[in-house]
Nanobody
Framework: VQLQASGGGLVQAGGSLRLSCAAS????????MGWFRQAPGKEREFVAAISWSDGSTYWADSVKGRFTLSRDNAKNTVYLQMNSLKPEDTAVYYCAAGWKGLGSERHYDYDYWGQGTLVTVSS
């Protein structure tokens, strides 16, 4: 199983980025997918998740209303659209896949993790 995260970069505050996570080696549509992030000197934290069954999404309060999450099962890819970015969104963003199919904020509900993509938001 491989999860390949991409789309990170440097953006000014107020700008947008779209992260992608392409999965291979698993039955993608059956997996819950999540995004987590880790800022320098901080613990990894939940950002967003989407379930496999009905596409329900779950959000951290810090990004609710600014980020959107979608999945394309035909392409085995999940997308995190990030708008109105703030300097505090600066972090390495990780995607994760969980066979339970849940849209979970708990890191231990995920079985596979991508390598991370760096998002830097300048003020």
């Amino acid at each position: 199983v491989q999860l390949q995260a991409s789309g990170g970069g440097l953006v000014q505050a107020g700008g947008s980025l779209r992260l992608s996570c392409a999965a291979s080696g698993l039955t993608f549509y059956k997996y819950g997918m999540g995004w987590f992030r880790q800022a320098p000197g901080k613990e990894r934290e939940f950002v967003a998740a989407i379930s496999w069954s009905d596409g329900s999404t779950y959000w951290a309060d810090s990004v609710k209303g600014r980020f959107t999450l979608s999945r394309d099962n035909a392409k085995n890819t999940v997308y995190l659209q990030m708008n109105s970015l703030k300097p505090e969104d600066t972090a390495v963003y990780y995607c994760a896949a969980g066979w339970k199919g849940l849209g979970s904020e708990r890191h231990y509900d995920y079985d596979y993790w991508g390598q991370g993509t760096l998002v830097t938001v300048s003020s």
